[in-house]
């Protein structure tokens, strides 16, 4: 038995369509009737017909040929003639030259099939691959976008938080201010408070002589009464 695949032109695709269907050796097509392949999807008459006259001859046989018609009785005395031995040797190699022919051309057939899927197939990966491209060339601009908005933001907000700690600088600034000229306030205060206490510290100092030196006066003026 000789699988199927190794028929000629048979490629992949069609070895399993046939062997979904039964036909799974080059034998099988031989025995199956024209009607039988057709029935399968994806094979015309055509097509049936070139697969039966390859595995026909990768088999060694031969398409049959019509039966020739009986010849009629000579005349009297006269013996049947059969055809010449040459004359059917050359009806043979017509017919396997004619099937040869056919099965070159199914080749073509099946290889020229074989390119129009290649190219299609070719055709559908590149534009794949160029709607690919097209969405990651999007997608990246967008990210782009996306990236210089967040940078913007962070800017932004950069720039707010250095004026906030500007003004919070100089509130704090004025603040210290306030208390130093509250605290020079108190300061002075309590200098003049000194002051103030030293001189009459000093008042009273200076009253203390007077009143002791008129009691002395007193003192002498009652002896010289006496006296």
């Given at each position: ?217 007193k003192k002498k003026a009652k002896k010289a009464?006496?006296?």
């Amino acid at each position: 038995m000789t699988d199927i695949i190794e028929l000629s032109g048979v490629g992949p695709a069609l070895a399993k369509t046939l062997k979904d269907h039964g036909v799974r050796t080059v034998e099988a097509v031989v025995a199956a009737s024209l009607e039988d392949l057709k029935a399968i999807p994806g094979i015309g008459a055509a097509r049936a017909m070139r697969l039966k006259q390859v595995a026909e001859i990768s088999k060694g046989g031969a398409v049959a040929t019509p039966v020739a018609a009986p010849v009629k009785p000579a005349a009297a005395g006269v013996g049947k003639k059969n055809l010449p031995s040459k004359s059917k040797a050359k009806s043979a190699v017509k017919t396997q030259t004619s099937k040869v022919k056919e099965a070159a051309t199914s080749q073509a057939s099946e290889a020229e099939e074989a390119l129009s899927t290649a190219l299609a197939a070719a055709e559908a990966a590149r534009e794949a691959a160029e709607q690919k491209a097209a969405k990651a060339k999007a997608k990246a601009k967008k990210s782009v976008r996306k990236a210089e908005a967040l940078m913007e933001e962070v800017a932004k907000a950069k720039e707010k938080a250095r004026t906030k700690a500007k003004k919070m600088k100089a509130d704090a600034r004025r603040a210290i201010e306030r208390e130093k000229a509250k605290a020079q306030t108190i300061l002075d205060d309590l200098a003049q408070k000194s002051k103030d206490m030293d001189k009459e510290k000093t008042k009273e100092k200076d009253k203390k002589p007077k009143a002791s030196s008129k009691s002395s006066d007193k003192k002498k003026a009652k002896k010289a009464g006496k006296s």
